[in-house]
């Protein structure tokens, strides 16, 4: 059973970067899309973007100028950086699983718990 | 971007209720139609894809229904553990988007 687990600081600064890993155990990274997804309180789902297990990305454009996604194999974990943060990015922020099927249907198969991140002086 | 639209935004069902929840795509995303559970503190649950294929181990009390850009997801008979926030997400363009979710809470 694939199982994911963000961990990070759980409050940032105004103006500096929010760092995140997820580990994923239970399976390899390999061969595989993942993603950032988050939720600001009271508010909707948010794809943030996605990594291909060989480090192709593609980025949600509205935080792209702001956004790295890495992935690092060898360690089967994942990580986001977003800069000039406001408080705007506080949301709890999920890794997932992006599977891609053969019939063309892409859909976030396995989540982790989420963790919380606010953005406040 | 393709804006998802969900009603009702909550929505008070009791134990054995059949209930559906409707999403909307502002355009066409064929079937290209996910559903998710949300419990507070918990991983979110993956349910349907492709608009109605029932993830493997979903209980088939879950169905999904629609195409083009009206879906429904429908809950036959509610159990306790189905009280949570449900979401839809088109996967047809990026960015990738969601509904902005509907609430089922026990009456």
């Known amino acids: 059973q694939v199982q994911l687990q963000e961990s990070g600081p759980g409050l940032v600064k105004p103006s500096e970067t929010l760092s995140l890993t997820c580990i994923v155990s239970?399976?390899?990274?390999?061969?595989?899309?993942w993603s950032w997804i988050r939720q600001p309180p009271g508010k909707g789902l948010e794809w943030i973007g996605y990594?291909?297990?060989?480090?192709?990305?593609n980025y949600n454009p509205s935080l792209k100028s702001r956004l790295t996604i890495s992935v690092d194999t060898s360690k089967n974990q994942l990580s986001l950086e977003l800069s000039s943060v406001t408080a705007a990015d506080t949301a709890v922020y999920y890794c997932?699983?992006?599977?891609?099927?053969?019939?063309?249907?892409?859909?976030?198969?396995?989540w982790g718990q989420g963790t919380l991140v606010t953005v406040s002086s | 971007d393709i804006q998802m639209t969900q009603s009702p935004s909550s929505l008070s069902a009791s134990v054995g209720d059949r209930v559906t929840i409707t999403c909307r795509a502002s355009q066409s995303i064929y079937n290209y139609l996910n559903w998710y559970q949300l419990k507070p503190g918990k991983a979110p649950k993956f349910l349907i894809f492709a608009a109605s294929s029932l993830q493997s181990g979903v209980p088939s009390r879950f169905s999904g229904s629609g195409s083009g850009t009206d879906f429904t997801l429908t809950i036959s008979s509610l159990q306790p553990e189905d009280f949570a926030t449900y979401h839809c997400q088109q996967s047809y363009s990026t960015p990738y988007t969601f509904g902005q979710g509907t609430k089922l809470e026990i009456k």
């Open positions: 239970g399976g390899s990274i390999s061969g595989y899309y």
């Open positions: 990594i291909y297990y060989s480090g192709t990305t």
């Open positions: 997932a699983r992006l599977k891609s099927t053969v019939g063309g249907s892409k859909y976030f198969d396995y």
